[in-house]
């Protein structure tokens, strides 16, 4: 079926922008109609942050043709944007934690009464967006920062209803949701779609993409390499060549012919751990040389076992022992210097100093090594993180940038890293790919598998079953904060440990108007 002008709400025709010796697009075609949600794929550095801030408004093409609605259209600034009728919502939910819920919707654009902001007006508009979500049971009242993730995304997906808008950018997401809330995301999507919205969803997730999509376009080295794919029939196998160039065969590396032996005294021993309102009576083994996986639903319990052994949450009950040797509840330091590492799920948060060079969030583990009389040999610092980063393939290579410039999965590089440089024994991982494309992730795989096959020891922690699956050698299933079920992956597949995960603990009806989970400990 041809497409008539009215369908095609944004094209864009051979797009450029060009930053200090970065060519960030290059030529980039995509074309969005009304009501379908068109999903942006391609690896870290493929161009799609670029394109966003093209679209709403943050950076100026070079060259190319955009078209808004059939007419030419020059979005000069983010102000232009929005009113032209696009509204994006970040990764990193751009929201006010000390405002409301209305006046975060309203935010720059409030309802005025007379010179001052009519405030009974903005609840009730923000009341009647909510129900048009199919959420009024969240206060439009309600302070936003005691919200939990899913009901912050909400706010935002009002917020852009709020200005009326006909194309809808989404960044990610599903990264911070539960299974049931990406479930009631993708249920607002169809809604706004209902309504001739058009959405652009930009995901790593493969099995989203096929879920939620009409249409896909790809990116690669800031080109457009594939466009108007069908997502629902589109195999993985042609998704994953058009973004990496390799098929995904090679994803998860190889596991070794003989499994790591278990006959032996373990690196880990975990026995009766609990901590009180997160999970309870949590016995687990790790031996050198072997990848553990864990998983469950977000909220059973399952990062909090990782933190509670590294010593960032304190036991209520329970023992942890590195090699016989018990280990110190509630202590970080003791576990770090007993050889236990963690990369924790936000790594920009928790885990890096994003305006610190390369080389210094390497060595930070390790920093009092390079110190002396006060000063830091920042030399030997430069050439001890080299050694590491050279062995984790990063790129760029220069240890000397600033961390933040790289993309998520060289910062992740770097959180490991970190680590190998302070000869760590036990390797805790939280989340290791999250918002890491798939080239990015095989690399990652392939250092987790290297690592264990020198005789590290991995517990790791993932949402994504294929993941947990694909890289342990052994999985625990956690549900309600319980382990449920413990196994050689080779003995498990994805619809049984969704199963495990899923019965009796669908989460229905969960209270988003509820307040936000407690922070993890430093």
Known sequence: MTDTPEDIVLRLTDVVKTFPGVRALDGVQLEVRAGEVHCLLGQNGAGKSTLIKVLSGAHTPDSGEILWQGQP?????????????IATIYQELDLVDGLSVAENMYLG??????????????????????????HPEIPAGREVGKLPAAAKQIVSMGRALSREARLLIMDEPSAVLAHDEVQNLFRMVRGLTAQGIAVIYISHRLEEIREIGDRVTVLKDGR??????????????????????????????????????????PLLRVEGLSLAGRFSDVSLN?????????????????????????????????????????????SVNAAVRAGIGMAPE????????????IYRNVTLAGFARFAKVGFTDAGRERVEAEKITQG????????????????????QKVVVGRWLLGGTRLLLLDEPTRGVDVGARAELYQVI????????????????????????????????????????AAELDEDTVLDLVMAGSLLDGADLAGTAPEGTAA
């Open 109 to 134: 654009h409030e309802p005025n009464n007379g010179g001052f902001v009519a405030r009974r007006t903005m609840r009730r508009g923000a009341a009647e967006i909510l129900q048009r979500l199919g």
């Open 346 to 357: 936000e790594r920009k948060s928790q885990a890096l100093l994003l305006a610190e060079p």
């Open 286 to 330: 790790v031996h050198s040389g072997e990848i553990v996986g864990i998983t469950g639903l977000v909220g059973s319990g399952r990062s909090e076992v990782l933190e509670t052994i590294y010593g960032a949450r304190t036991a209520t009950t329970g023992r942890v022992e590195l090699d016989g040797k018990p280990l110190r509840r509630g």
């Open 73 to 85: 259209a020059d979005f000069s600034s983010p102000q232009a944007a929005m009113k032209a009728g």
């Open 224 to 265: 457009t390499t594939a466009a108007n794919l069908d997502a629902k029939t589109t195999p993985n196998r042609e998704l994953v060549s058009r973004m990496t160039g390799r098929t995904i065969e090679y994803v998860f590396p190889e596991r070794p012919a003989a499994a790591p032996a278990q006959d032996g005294a």
């Open 392 to 411: 984790l393939d990063l790129r760029p290579s220069d240890v000397r940038r600033p961390v933040r410039t790289l993309s998520g999965g060289n910062q």
């Open 449 to 488: 598998r290297r690592l264990a096959d020198e005789g590290v020891g991995v517990l790791l922690v993932s949402s994504e079953v294929p993941e947990v699956l694909g890289l342990s050698d052994r999985v625990l299933v956690m549900r309600e904060g319980r382990v449920v079920r413990e196994a050689p």
